[in-house]
C-alpha cells in the first residue's frame, strides 16, 4: 500500500529518495527495475506517482513509462535521471512523462512538486 | 592534438569531479582535497574501480572512478546514504560508489552536450583492482586527465578521463567547453514540469 513507486537500479538511490519521501509522511514503495515496476504497479492499486531511473538493466524507465501508458493506465510519472539530452526528454514527454529530475536528488527542491501530484 | 581537446578533456574533468566531491561531502565540511596526479599514482594504488564510457558520432570517453573503500567508510561520508547494518555493507558500498561515478558522468555529458554534442553513456562496470589506467595507455589517448580527492593525506578517491577520436575526425573535432560556466546545470535535482 504505497503513494509512491520509486524504481532505481541503485540501492543508493532507492534508500535517500524512500527515506526523504517518508520523513514527509508519504508511504513508498521501491522497484529495482522496469520488469519489476511494472510488477509492482499491477499488485498495488493505490500508487498515485511513479519516480523512475532511466538507464537500468532488463528494462529501462522509458520502456516502462511506455508499457505503464500503452496498458491505459494514467499514472503520473517523474524521472529521476543524470542523463538531461533534449532527445531523450522529447521521448519522455512523448510517452507522457510528467516531470524531469535531474540526478542528484534533491529532496527540498523536488517535494513541493510530488506533493501536488499525490494530492 | 587540438590544444582545445586537451584543455577541453582537462576543463570538463575538473568541473565535474568538483561537483562529485561536494556531493560526497554534502556539506559535511570534511576537509577534501582536490589535485591533479599522473596515471602512475594510481596503478601504484591497487584501489577498485568503476568505468564509464560515453560516445558520441566523433568520439569516446572513458571515465574511471577508483576509490579506497577503507577511507571512504571510515570518514563516515556514506551517512547521508544511510547504510543498513543487516545488508551487505560490501554491496551497498560499491552502488553508493557507482552511483557517485554515475552522477560525474552524468556532469560530463551535460558539458559535452552544451558544447553541441549528442552522446549516450553506459551504465558503471565495476573493476576490481584498477588497472584500466594501463590499458587505457595502450590504447594511446587522444587526450587524458587525473585527478585525486584525498583528505588528511589519505587519498579517497581518483579519477581519470580519456579522450579517444574516431578514425577520421582527428584533424575535424574541436570540443569546445564553456570555461566561464560554473557547474554542468544549474537546475541539478530540481523538478521540471513538462
Given at each position: 500500500?504505497?503513494?509512491?513507486?520509486?524504481?532505481?537500479?541503485?540501492?543508493?538511490?532507492?534508500?535517500?529518495?524512500?527515506?526523504?519521501?517518508?520523513?514527509?509522511?508519504?508511504?513508498?514503495?521501491?522497484?529495482?527495475?522496469?520488469?519489476?515496476?511494472?510488477?509492482?504497479?499491477?499488485?498495488?492499486?493505490?500508487?498515485?506517482?511513479?519516480?523512475?531511473?532511466?538507464?537500468?538493466?532488463?528494462?529501462?524507465?522509458?520502456?516502462?513509462?511506455e508499457k505503464i501508458k500503452?496498458?491505459?493506465?494514467?499514472?503520473?510519472?517523474?524521472?529521476?535521471?543524470?542523463?538531461?539530452?533534449?532527445?531523450?526528454?522529447?521521448?519522455?514527454?512523448?510517452?507522457?512523462?510528467?516531470?524531469?529530475?535531474?540526478?542528484?536528488?534533491?529532496?527540498?527542491?523536488?517535494?513541493?512538486?510530488?506533493?501536488?501530484?499525490?494530492? | 592534438?587540438?590544444?582545445?581537446?586537451?584543455?577541453?578533456?582537462?576543463v570538463i574533468l575538473n568541473?565535474?569531479?568538483?561537483?562529485?566531491?561536494?556531493?560526497?561531502?554534502?556539506?559535511?565540511?570534511?576537509?577534501?582535497?582536490?589535485?591533479?596526479?599522473?596515471?602512475?599514482?594510481?596503478?601504484?594504488?591497487?584501489?577498485?574501480?568503476?568505468?564509464?564510457?560515453?560516445?558520441?558520432?566523433?568520439?569516446?570517453?572513458?571515465?574511471?572512478?577508483?576509490?579506497?573503500?577503507?577511507?571512504?567508510?571510515?570518514?563516515?561520508?556514506?551517512?547521508?546514504?544511510?547504510?543498513?547494518?543487516?545488508?551487505?555493507?560490501?554491496?551497498?558500498?560499491?552502488?553508493?560508489?557507482?552511483?557517485?561515478?554515475?552522477?560525474?558522468?552524468?556532469?560530463?555529458?551535460?558539458?559535452?552536450?552544451?558544447?553541441?554534442?549528442?552522446?549516450?553513456?553506459?551504465?558503471?562496470?565495476?573493476?576490481?583492482?584498477?588497472?584500466?589506467?594501463?590499458?587505457?595507455?595502450?590504447?594511446?589517448?587522444?587526450?587524458?586527465?587525473?585527478?585525486?580527492?584525498?583528505?588528511?593525506?589519505?587519498?579517497?578517491?581518483?579519477?581519470?578521463?580519456?579522450?579517444?577520436?574516431?578514425?577520421?575526425?582527428?584533424s575535424d573535432l574541436t570540443?569546445?567547453?564553456?570555461?566561464?560556466?560554473?557547474?554542468?546545470?544549474?537546475?541539478?535535482?530540481?523538478?521540471?514540469?513538462?
Open positions: 500500500m504505497a503513494q509512491v513507486l520509486v524504481v532505481d537500479d541503485s540501492s543508493t538511490v532507492r534508500n535517500e529518495v524512500s527515506t526523504f519521501l517518508t520523513s514527509h509522511g508519504i508511504d513508498v514503495d521501491t522497484a529495482i527495475d522496469g520488469i519489476d515496476g511494472l510488477s509492482k504497479i499491477d499488485s498495488d492499486s493505490n500508487i498515485k506517482l511513479i519516480i523512475c531511473d532511466v538507464n537500468m538493466p532488463n528494462m529501462d524507465g522509458l520502456t516502462m513509462v500503452a496498458s491505459g493506465k494514467e499514472l503520473p510519472i517523474i524521472m529521476l535521471t543524470t542523463e538531461s539530452n533534449p532527445s531523450m526528454k522529447q521521448r519522455g514527454k512523448d510517452a507522457g512523462v510528467k516531470g524531469w529530475i535531474v540526478k542528484p536528488f534533491n529532496g527540498a527542491a523536488a517535494i513541493g512538486g510530488i506533493k501536488k501530484l499525490i494530492a | 592534438m587540438k590544444p582545445d581537446n586537451i584543455k577541453s578533456t582537462e568541473r565535474a569531479f568538483s561537483e562529485m566531491v561536494e556531493l560526497l561531502d554534502r556539506g559535511q565540511d570534511h576537509d577534501l582535497k582536490i589535485e591533479a596526479v599522473d596515471s602512475e599514482t594510481i596503478e601504484q594504488s591497487e584501489f577498485g574501480a568503476v568505468m564509464f564510457s560515453i560516445a558520441s558520432s566523433t568520439f569516446r570517453m572513458c571515465l574511471f572512478l577508483h576509490f579506497a573503500e577503507k577511507n571512504i567508510l571510515e570518514g563516515n561520508f556514506a551517512t547521508p546514504y544511510q547504510f543498513d547494518a543487516n545488508k551487505d555493507i560490501a554491496k551497498q558500498y560499491h552502488d553508493y560508489i557507482s552511483e557517485l561515478g554515475n552522477n560525474l558522468c552524468g556532469a560530463i555529458t551535460r558539458m559535452i552536450g552544451d558544447a553541441g554534442f549528442s552522446t549516450g553513456m553506459s551504465t558503471p562496470a565495476t573493476l576490481k583492482i584498477s588497472k584500466g589506467t594501463l590499458h587505457m595507455r595502450t590504447l594511446n589517448p587522444h587526450a587524458e586527465c587525473h585527478l585525486g580527492c584525498s583528505m588528511a593525506d589519505n587519498t579517497l578517491i581518483f579519477a581519470s578521463l580519456y579522450l579517444f577520436i574516431n578514425q577520421g575526425h582527428e570540443l569546445k567547453i564553456n570555461e566561464d560556466q560554473t557547474k554542468s546545470v544549474e537546475s541539478s535535482g530540481e523538478l521540471e514540469f513538462f
